[in-house]
């Protein structure tokens, strides 16, 4: 016998047939003991508690002296010159593009080869292998940090190389993750049909499914970069003279002074930070390459 | 000559495994081993560590009140930023859950993008905000409730203030994620059946978004235990957590067997959290 949600004697009230992918009509709900209004009151001031921290250092970077002025009336770009006439900051920040970058590739091409493999050939293993990959994030990065520190006073390895071998470390988790999620929408056909008309395996991979999956690797590698671009943990003990990344130089900095020259770098970071998130929403959503 | 897809590709495959196994195990797994067995080295201030056998630098940490504090104050700091995360989380987690408009994705948009900048970034927001001549010093002198600016910085509480801002995005998505995944009919069904709505929601969401939670805790309180850099700038001397100790039991005392012995805790505690985790979301699934 059919029944229909739509005819069944229990609705009070028919409910629209649904286009695909449209959700029922909400009964009115209210959350826990609070009303509609308090509810909403609670969520806006959730928001401003999340984004004012950092709406109020783009504010402070504007400052025209030594306190932290939050009008716009006599704003000033004088921070901003002192950033760009310090050494030790522009070239932490250039320190850390480069490193970010280098990280960031190497973490999408060896992440694109982990993927690849885990989801087409590990088969009844594949749940497994897929946490193994994920052992950087389930250890503290300070560990790892100081592990790296460690390895160098018994291999003779170079500190910029702990640094980026660190930094790929951290970042593996997420491309893995990232590129696994793109390598599911993929036909497995496709790939069947060129390698039954002759391609070699490694073709197959480079030629058909890389191109099919580029936006989500494009999405991986803007993501280590951002996460290695913050990311001070790891920095904190494998920096060394002339290899300090921008979060490392902005924390020592700040354990003993405070000057609105910091608010000014970091307004400049934030801002690189938040253009490239936009750019991985428009490709592949924000949510999918975190995989939160 | 036709090829058979189902062909055998154990050597394709281990050639595409191997860049990561060997990165991970000489890299990760050897290092962090032999950390680890460093806490169980004799200290010397000469060549920072001795190697041999000893638990002294187990038992100092567990008989020493100083470190014994150390941990009981991480430990505590992590519960509470974990449950007030959760509590903010979930309200936010379910507003956007429950969205059906266009909004929803700018909205989830602001939640991620203060995750992207860093952690040195929202520590600092939290500095210039509360700082003497802060945002907030600058309200309440406005506003009457003091007449000078208040040390708001250096306190537990500002710590914990700023971690739960830096946590709250780890925790909003999982639970989005379980609230997203539920039913739709569900609760229209308890309710078409007589439950009323704080009924349906205690009885049909809150347990069916479990996964999430405890996903979302787990992550947030091993994150929070292993915080360095928030307390360090914000508690000062007054608060101390377990990843500060380490940090500067290695770089200011260069007493690296017991900076390993506290991090072997730490990854212990991180271990039992996490399988805590395991064994919660296998019963629900």
């Excluded at chain 1, 970077?61 to 000033?76: E, G, K, M, V």
């Excluded at chain 2, 003091?146 to 925790?171: C, F, N, Q, S």
């Excluded at chain 2, 078409?192 to 805790?217: C, D, H, N, Q």
């Excluded at chain 2, 007493?255 to 212990?268: D, K, M, S, T, Y």
Aim: aromatic share 12%; proline share 6%.
């Amino acid at each position: 016998m059919h029944t229909d949600i739509e005819t069944s004697p229990l609705r009070r009230e028919p409910v629209a047939p649904q286009a695909v992918g449209q959700l029922p009509v909400e009964p009115k709900i209210d959350l826990l003991p609070l009303g509609r209004r308090a509810y909403s009151v609670l969520i806006t001031l959730l928001y401003i508690f999340l984004l004012l921290p950092i709406l109020i250092i783009v504010f402070a970077s504007f400052s025209p002296d030594q306190r932290n002025t939050y009008a716009l009336s006599n704003a000033s770009l004088h921070w901003y010159r002192e950033f760009f006439a310090s050494n030790n900051f522009t070239s932490a920040f250039q320190f850390s593009l480069w490193l970010a970058l280098v990280a960031a590739v190497l973490a999408t091409i060896i992440g694109f080869i982990t993927a690849y493999g885990i989801v087409r050939f590990t088969g009844r293993g594949r749940n497994l292998a897929q946490s193994l990959v994920m052992l950087p994030m389930m250890v503290p990065h300070i560990l790892i940090s100081l592990s790296l520190l460690l390895l160098l006073t018994v291999l003779p390895l170079m500190e910029l190389s702990a640094l980026i071998i660190g930094h790929v470390l951290i970042c593996l988790p997420f491309t893995i993750a990232g590129i696994i999620a793109s390598l599911e929408g993929v036909d497995p056909d496709l790939e069947a049909a060129a390698w039954t008309l002759g391609a070699p395996r490694w073709r197959v991979m480079v030629e058909v499914t890389l191109p099919l999956i580029a936006p989500g690797v494009l999405s991986a590698l803007i993501f280590a970069f951002i996460i290695s671009f913050g990311d001070v943990y790891i920095a904190l003990f494998l920096s060394g003279p002339g290899v300090t990344t921008l979060p490392v130089e902005i924390f020592s900095y700040i354990q003993w002074e405070s000057s609105p020259v910091i608010a000014a770098i970091t307004t400049l970071q934030i801002v690189l930070i938040v253009l490239f998130g936009l750019f991985v929403e428009r490709l592949v959503g924000l949510r999918t390459a975190m995989r939160l | 000559m036709i090829r058979d897809p189902e062909a055998r590709t154990g050597a394709f495959a281990s050639i595409l495994l191997s860049p990561i196994t060997v990165l991970y195990l000489l890299f990760l797994l050897a290092p962090i081993s032999y950390f680890l067995a460093v806490s169980f080295f004799k200290y010397s201030p000469a060549e920072l560590f001795i190697p041999g056998f000893t638990t002294e630098n187990y038992s100092r940490l567990l008989f020493d009140s100083y470190y014994r504090n150390v941990i009981y104050s991480t430990f505590r700091i992590a519960a509470v930023v974990t449950v007030i995360s959760l509590v903010f989380a979930y309200a936010l987690a379910y507003f956007l859950a429950r969205m059906t408009s266009g909004w929803r994705s700018l909205l989830m948009f602001l939640i991620v993008a203060p995750l992207m900048t860093g952690i040195i970034v929202r520590t600092y927001g939290w500095i210039v905000l509360l700082g003497s001549d802060g945002l907030i010093n600058r309200l309440m002198m406005l506003v009457g409730l003091i007449a000078a600016p208040v040390e708001l910085l250096h306190r537990e509480g500002t710590v914990i203030v700023a971690l739960v801002h830096i946590m709250l995005p780890y925790m909003v998505f999982p639970i989005f994620s379980s609230l997203t995944s539920q039913d739709r009919h569900l609760v229209p069904a308890a309710s078409t059946l007589g439950a009323r709505p704080l009924r349906a929601f205690l009885e049909v969401t809150l347990p069916l978004s479990r996964s999430g939670i405890v996903m979302g805790s787990a992550l947030v309180f091993t994150l929070t235990a292993g915080s360095v850099v928030t307390p360090q700038l914000l508690g000062g001397r007054d608060v101390t957590m377990m990843g500060q100790t380490i940090y500067n039991l290695v770089l200011s005392t260069f007493n690296w067997p017991l900076g390993a012995a506290v991090a072997a805790l730490l990854v212990l505690t991180q271990f039992l959290v996490i399988s805590l985790y395991f064994r919660k979301t296998r019963g629900a699934h």
